[in-house]
């Protein structure tokens, strides 16, 4: 048989919606299908899915996507693997013994469990945790939302007191229910997804005793093995349906699988995803790093038996800025009319906009630091408003980068770019400027998806290495080089810095005048 004729799949299961991928050997989805499903905010701050529309919603996507994909005379026999990426920390638990839910999958968004972190904190051994796993305590990792549900939600304890309860992100579910659940029982996770629940050691890839004792739940809980992100048994096969037989041979988080798609395999390589917020993943090579500079240590990959690691840094503030102009501001009807506004001026006009509106993430972790605007004048257009909106994203993004330089030694070479704000070509082109190195675009950004069906592409044979894999989505992708001095560059950022340690202070001076 011909490589080209063999197809992976992709399920991309995010937090608003899922997606079914079919990728060809050169890396181009031939056929695709999405839906969103529910989102539950039962009180603020809460936000939860239910764990059965997940997997309904994967089993539409996947029915619908094959039956595109037959209808341009293609044979689902042609599919020879699967692989799966999907939202992180996101916590579902269900009975061990009859594979049903017990209660709603908390989302990684969500934060009721401020109480109980702020508790963990207090408790002997807490400071040595983040040098463990790589996390510091906070509402975002899986221990936190399993633990408030051990406390509030009656059906949880009374599996925890009879032995039955199992625990797992969106990857183990859905992997436990697409291979038929409890008879089955295929019950695993990969290092990238069990880095995000504080139960997993970095360096040995297995759970940590001391860490399970921290939290209350060593042999409480049926916990799903760790394997490899790229496996030719481990992870099953769908039991039925359209693809029943198929195998899953890949499993990576969201950002790990977008670092995987954006090809990132060396130190030095990262990617920055521009959604609602940004995330960035920085390639650290084959040793955890521990960051000094308020970033998170995980797990990249771990394909050929060996990890490779990451820094993760996240922007809380990305398209949402853009959508602020938008729907608060009325600035434009549509977020991608942001550009046109932003080229009416030539600069910011001196105009800098601090886009904290609910704190700055990383590496700054001010929590309350607020919204502000510095530098209008009368001269001061929409257009000067607009571009400081995009230029706050990427002086965040560069804090961040220099953040994980310092952190790892590694000198950054390109940074990989997806997700919507990067269809920005000003945004782009500031980025570029502002870091002082090649910005890459590819022409496909579906690159969270092409990771994932990289990882079942490598179990399967459909691609041998990394180097195979060196040309796939290169083609028509937009270069964005430099275009102002490292000096200029130097010289933008430092009144962004300015503007931050401003804000921050006029904070302080309102809370003690």
């Known amino acids: 048989m011909q490589p080209s004729e063999i197809f992976v799949g992709s399920i991309d299961q995010g937090t608003t919606s899922t997606r079914f991928l079919i990728f060809n050997r050169e890396g181009e989805p031939v056929a695709s299908h999405q839906v969103e499903f529910p989102q539950i905010y039962p009180k603020s701050g809460w936000h939860e899915h239910n764990p059965l529309d997940l997997v309904s919603s994967v089993e539409t996507c996947v029915e619908q996507a094959v039956k595109q994909f037959e209808s341009t005379g293609y044979s689902r026999n042609d599919i020879k693997a699967v692989g799966i990426t999907n939202q992180r920390e996101t916590t579902v638990v269900w009975d061990y013994e009859t594979g049903e839910p017990l209660c709603n999958a908390i989302v990684w968004t969500d934060t009721r469990s401020q109480a109980i972190v702020k508790d963990l904190k207090e408790k002997p051994g807490a400071s040595r945790l983040q040098q463990i796993c790589g996390l510091p305590l906070s509402t975002y990792s899986s221990s936190s939302k399993l633990l408030w549900m051990l406390t509030n939600v009656p059906r949880v304890k009374d599996a925890y007191e009879r032995g039955t309860l199992a625990f797992g992100t969106v990857d183990t579910w859905l992997v436990y229910r697409l291979n038929g659940g409890h008879q089955a029982n295929v019950f695993v996770s990969d290092p990238t997804n069990a880095s995000r629940t504080m139960f997993m050691n970095l360096e040995t890839l297995e759970y940590d005793n001391s860490l399970l004792d921290f939290f209350d739940i ?16 481990a992870y ?28 990132g395999f060396s130190p030095g390589m990262a990617k920055n995803t521009y959604g609602t917020g940004c995330f960035l993943l920085y390639n650290v090579g084959e040793k955890p790093v521990i960051s000094k500079h308020g970033l998170l240590a995980t797990v990249a990959y771990h394909f050929d038996g060996k990890p490779v ?69 009368q001269y001061t257009k929409k257009g000067h408003i607009a571009r400081a909106t995009l230029e706050a994203t990427c002086f965040q993004t560069k804090a961040i980068l220099d953040a994980m330089e310092k952190d790892s030694g590694h000198a950054l070479s390109e940074l990989a770019v997806d997700g919507g704000m990067s269809n920005s070509d000003l945004a782009m082109q500031t980025q570029a400027d502002l870091i002082s190195i090649p910005v890459y675009r590819p022409k496909m950004r579906e690159t969270t998806a092409l990771g994932a069906a990289i990882a079942a592409g490598l179990a399967v044979g459909l691609w041998r290495n990394f180097a195979e894999l060196r040309d796939i989505n290169r083609a028509g992708g937009a270069v964005f080089e430099p275009r102002i001095s490292r000096q200029q560059s130097a010289e933008s950022f430092a009144l962004w810095e300015k503007a931050v340690e401003s804000d921050v202070s006029s904070e302080t001076t309102a809370l003690h005048p």
């Not at 060593?218 to 048994?233: E, Y």
């Not at 102009?325 to 600069?347: G, P, W």
């Open 218 to 233: 060593r042999g409480r809980v049926h916990l799903p093995k760790i394997v490899p992100s790229s496996d030719t048994k």
């Open 236 to 263: 099953g096969a769908i039991s039925d349906g359209i693809l029943a037989g198929v195998p899953i041979m890949g499993c990576l988080g969201d950002q790990s699988s977008a670092l995987v798609g954006q090809k």
């Open 309 to 377: 690691y990451a820094l993760e840094g996240s922007i809380a503030v990305g398209g949402s800025g853009v959508k602020f102009l938008q729907n608060n501001l009325e600035f434009f009807k549509e977020s991608k009319e942001v550009n046109d506004l932003a080229l009416t001026v030539e600069d910011n006009g001196g105009c800098v906009f601090v886009t904290a509106f609910s704190g700055l993430f990383a590496p700054y972790w001010i929590d309350d630091a607020k919204g502000t605007i510095f530098g209008i004048t």
